[in-house]
């Protein structure tokens, strides 16, 4: 499956590593017949040659030809576009863009303008000065290329790093966060670039953000799920229900887990395949994260469910690692981070996670796998995840900082991406992983098309590019054999196509 060559259309499923992946695909697993190979293939020098080395923060089809490239951030200051090609390396650095005095902080592609192009957002902050604010910036694609002189600055600063939402439902990116203008939150709307306040949010929110734009009541519109801080300075969590485009204030705010004392990244998934989405939180119970645990919460309830408490690989015992925002660091700190997919297409969501090493310095990628609950703790939540602690490969990956799933080959299994510390050109070093992992499964990859003339999203012959930001679908299947409920892929994103809608099926 996926041999060496990287067909134009059948590619697997993926998700991004720092912000939300610019790509519309449904992957939906059947009954699958799974094998037992699993192994890991490194095929780094495959894709990159010798380049494979900087921060990938990025993905999304900068040249509009339906093929996924990567956006890598080196020097501090300098964003590289591999476009994905047809040989090897399969992806090349073309596209290049320099800026000065600045560090960026952050990549996150999309059509900001509306002109169906790929414009490219960065946020930066002033070298020397990691604490100050962060500047957004806008460079507006011109024919598959980025002019330096072609950019918009936005006139206020950010606390910290926005949210990309579509907060108007225009299908045009818009800019969410706490700017040097207000305390409450102020959205930057996208196409006409004016600002836009939301008067009735009282309570200051967490940092780094922890926010997302999510289907929570299942009413096939995006909800604004808040991360802010009560009056006691703990994390709480704001559902912000979408009711006709306008967003109502919360009646009732869900507390963290009681025991947690520091806590990561949300991130959400069906995770027990009833059709709801489920909000999971990666936490420690000390500043040390010397006991980790993974939380579960199911929509409407206030409990919390522990779906990964055992984190002793027989040896040694691991824990997330904290994140740090200490300026005086020579290193980058990532938050504390899930990365979701489903790994052996059970139809069941696993993850990526970086784990360190509790009696060593060594931290290192593990991949997480779904599996049914089988004691008392996790009983509320149905299913657990469960460690690999030696996969093949992956575990060879020492000082990794960031890992996530990428489907290379587009055959619609994923594969692994993985950043770590050990380069020898002072960048991080991007590692590859082939999952050989085989299975028979359906694999449908949607490309829609947005009628501007009617404002009705379709499955139709139009020949323009469109930029799809937030595009729901669900599928029921019911069969003696699979599950009645399939999990869904809610998608909000920044993704340019040319052409008509396509179904592929293997």
Sequence with gaps: MGGPCRPALVRRGRSSLLWPSPLLLLLVTAGALVKPGRALQNVTSQL????????????????????????????????????????????????????????????????????????????????????????????????????????????????????????????????????SESKRPEILIGRNLTWHQMPDAEHAVFKPHSHGFIDMNQDFTADLFLTTLSKAGEAQFEIWVNQDGDFAKPQHIKEKPKDAVVIGQSVFADFDGDGQTEHLLPACADTACQKSVIYLSKPGLDEWFPVLQNFSDGVNVWGFVPYSNDPTADEISFPITLHIGDYNMDGYPDALAILKNMSGSNQQAFLLENEECRNASCKGAHRSFKVHWALSDLNQIKDATVATFFDIYEDGILDIIVLSKNSPKKELAIHALKNNFEADAYFVKVIGEWLKSSGIWMASTFNEISNIVSILFSILLKSKNIHNNVTLMSVSDARHEKGTRKAETK
């Design 48 to 179: 990159f040659g010798t380049e494979a080395f900087g921060t990938l923060a990025a993905f999304g089809d900068f040249n509009s030809d339906k093929q996924t490239d990567l956006f890598v951030l080196r020097r501090e200051s300098e964003l590289n576009i591999f476009l994905a090609d047809q040989n090897e390396p399969y992806f090349k650095p073309k596209v290049k863009l320099l800026l000065r005095d600045v560090v960026i902080t952050s990549v996150v592609p999309g059509d900001y303008d509306g002109d169906s192009q790929m414009d490219v957002l960065l946020t930066t902050h002033p070298k020397k000065q990691p604490n100050a604010d962060l500047s957004v910036w806008i460079f507006w694609g011109n024919n598959q290329t980025l002019d330096i002189n072609r950019k918009f600055v936005a006139n206020r600063t950010f606390y910290d790093e926005p949210l990309i939402m579509d907060f108007n439902g225009d299908l045009i990116p818009d800019i969410f966060g706490i700017t």
